[in-house]
T-cell receptor, first 109, second 112 residues
Framework: GQNIDQPTEMTATEGAIVQINCTYQ??????LFWYQQHAGEAPTFLSY??LDGLEEKGRFSSFLSRSKGYSYLLLKELQMKDSASYLC??????????WGAGTKLIIKP | IAGITQAPTSQILAAGRRMTLRCTQD?????MYWYRQDLGLGLRLIHY???????GKGEVPDGYSVSRANTDDFPLTLASAVPSQTSVYFC???????????FGSGTRLTVV
């Protein structure tokens, strides 16, 4: 079957670094996406990885290991506005996204 | 402004009533999707369309129907609403074959 696992909730301190892990199992693989979703709003695109390695985009970086079925999202210099849910999604052989349930990130001052 | 428009933003609906949620995109994306999002369950795919004129069933299609008469519009119909269909509904689109998804702002539906 197809499955995405990520922690339900994480807490971090403003200014710190946090890593959100995601493991996936899909029928075929066409890339790994991370989305950010603030409460009451729609998900918005953060990153896309299809090759192994680290992709850096400002304060956010995303890593992929295809052999391990593993990805992480790294958030640096945390700000209060980073409090949100972070959704991991893997694209299967039919180019459809399989979604994790999301990780709620709580930032404390 | 390019993007996806959903209507209505929110709705309270009596059980047994018929309801159509509207979704329109102006990005000329081939693929469109309807999801429902419930607390703790994440996004669950209801129906999808890879191109105009075709539709397919997702993970939770029962009680819902869709049509894709043209590229821009992808309405979702609840034929006879039930309380378990209370949820937030998101429409999304993508160019397909590896493209990321763009989401509408959602419809919050309460069935009483």
């Amino acid at each position: 079957g197809q499955n995405i696992d990520q922690p339900t909730e994480m807490t971090a301190t403003e200014g710190a670094i946090v890593q959100i892990n995601c493991t996936y199992q899909t029928s075929g693989f066409n890339g790994l996406f991370w989305y950010q979703q603030h409460a009451g709003e729609a998900p918005t695109f953060l990153s896309y990885n299809v090759l192994d390695g680290l992709e850096e985009k400002g304060r956010f970086s995303s890593f992929l290991s295809r052999s391990k079925g593993y990805s992480y999202l790294l958030l640096k210099e945390l700000q209060m506005k980073d409090s949100a849910s972070y959704l991991c999604a893997a694209m299967d052989s039919n180019y459809q996204l399989i979604w994790g349930a999301g990780t709620k990130l709580i930032i404390k001052p | 402004i390019a993007g996806i428009t959903q209507a209505p933003t929110s709705q309270i609906l009596a059980a047994g009533r018929r309801m159509t949620l509207r979704c329109t995109q102006d990005m000329r994306h081939n693929a469109m999707y309807w999801y429902r999002q419930d607390l703790g369950l994440g996004l669950r795919l209801i129906h999808y369309s890879n191109t105009a004129g075709t539709t397919g069933k997702g993970e939770v299609p029962d009680g819902y129907s869709v049509s894709r008469a043209n590229t821009d519009d992808f309405p979702l119909t609840l034929a006879s609403a039930v309380p378990s269909q209370t949820s937030v509904y998101f429409c999304a689109s993508s160019q397909g074959e590896g493209g990321g998804y763009t989401f509408g702002s959602g419809t919050r539906l309460t069935v009483v």
